[in-house]
């Protein structure tokens, strides 16, 4: 197969035609209203509300952000279990707030924190549960629930790949005491950079705005420590923007990842993850794991796409627990996580995103298969 000469990349943000965003600037330019909470800002909480299914969100300028002040808003200290299965900012979020992680190791079959390895961490110290829904599937959200309850501990779900999931017949970002989204650009759905935290009530919401915006009340009156987390004017109206071809861009992303299933249904050595869990996925990613069988490693295969300008990812390759500032800790041990460690080895993210072209995928296939 020749290289191809336009580079396949695992993701490419999707954005509107420049000339329908050039109102909302107009409009910007006109107002000098450029972030605290304008115009633009308000409307597109109250557009992702409806949209999600939710009842609180709050904007911010990055998830990263947002977990650091989730984190805060609810006072989580001491240890926090979570999973090395993630991108870093899952875990680093916990150290810029002075929080322990510990590790324990994921479910096999959806790379989710496994809840039955969840109980034997906790110690005295421990004060919630930092989840992640790997690849936009559900984490197993009431046996997390239940076991919180049993030992009062919260629960926070970094949520970055979750956007428009639907689970239990309602938004998967409803469960546990908060959700964060992210809205990067190599998100399902972007707003160049940004992020949210989706909260139950009004109250929780109002303790994360003021946080988000140094602890503010009034001009005079500061009642927390908080930072600037603040999601700017020209980030919202991207976003509202946005939100009208979310739905058309998760249907195109549907059809590359139903043609990857039936391109390796009987490819041996070739595992691919079930979306049967969601009652709505978002396709967000495409992983698939490269296991015994296969006449390449992962390795090797992540090479053979790149020698022909397909940039698959590794993703989560290496482990969070694997890094200098994590792999002291006993949690971060491979014996503790095993299931996690052999993933990391074997996962590779495969190219999905609207206009990604039939001939590109049949190239992303084509080595794959042949």
């Known amino acids: 197969m020749t290289k191809s000469n ?14 329908e965003f050039l109102p909302y600037l107009q409009q910007i330019w006109d107002s000098r209203i450029l972030t605290n909470g304008g115009s633009f800002h308000q409307q597109l909480e109250q557009a992702l509300c ?11 300028t990055n998830g990263t952000i947002g977990l650091v002040t989730a984190l805060q808003a609810l006072r989580i200290t001491g240890e926090v279990i979570t999973t090395p299965y993630s991108f870093v900012a899952t875990a680093h979020s916990l150290l810029w707030n002075g929080i322990k992680p510990v590790f324990v190791d994921i479910d096999p079959d959806t790379l989710n924190l496994d809840p039955a390895k969840i109980e034997a961490a906790i110690t005295p110290s421990t004060t919630a549960i930092l989840a ?19 030992y009062n501990l919260r629960v926070i779900y970094d949520a970055a790949h979750a956007f428009g999931v639907q689970y239990h017949s309602g938004s998967l970002l409803n469960h546990g005491d908060l959700s964060v989204l992210s809205f990067h650009a190599t998100k399902v759905f972007n707003t160049f950079e940004g992020g949210a935290i989706v909260s139950p009530d009004a109250k929780t919401k109002q303790r994360i705005d003021h946080l988000k915006n140094f602890g503010f009340v009034d001009e005079v ?12 004017e020209f980030n919202a109206a991207l976003g509202l923007l946005q939100l009208k071809g979310i739905d058309a861009a998760m249907q195109q992303r549907k059809v590359i990842d139903a043609r990857y299933r039936k391109a390796f249904d009987n490819v041996q050595g070739i ?3 079930s979306a049967v869990h ?3 996925a978002n396709y967000a990613y495409f992983p698939i794991l490269v296991q015994p069988g296969y006449p390449l490693s992962r390795d090797e295969l992540y090479r053979k796409l790149r020698e022909h300008n397909i940039f698959a990812r590794r993703y989560f390759y290496p482990l969070i627990s694997d890094f200098p500032m994590y792999r002291g800790l006993p949690s971060a041990a491979q014996s503790n996580l095993r299931v996690a460690s052999q993933a990391a080895k074997e996962v590779l993210c495969l190219p999905i995103y609207p206009g990604l072209t039939d001939e590109q995928l049949d190239s992303v296939i084509g080595l794959i298969t042949g």
């Open 271 to 273: 595992r691919c993850f």
């Open 278 to 280: 969601e009652d709505v």
């Open 50 to 60: 409806e949209y999600l299914g939710v009842k609180y969100i709050s904007l911010f």
């Open 221 to 232: 009156t500061v009642v927390a420590p908080g930072i600037n987390g603040k999601m700017s």
């Open 132 to 150: 992640v829904h790997v690849y936009g599937h559900p984490c197993a959200v009431d046996a997390i629930q239940k076991i919180a309850d049993n």
């Open 6 to 19: 336009e580079p396949i990349y695992v993701t490419k943000p999707v954005l509107p035609p420049l000339e």
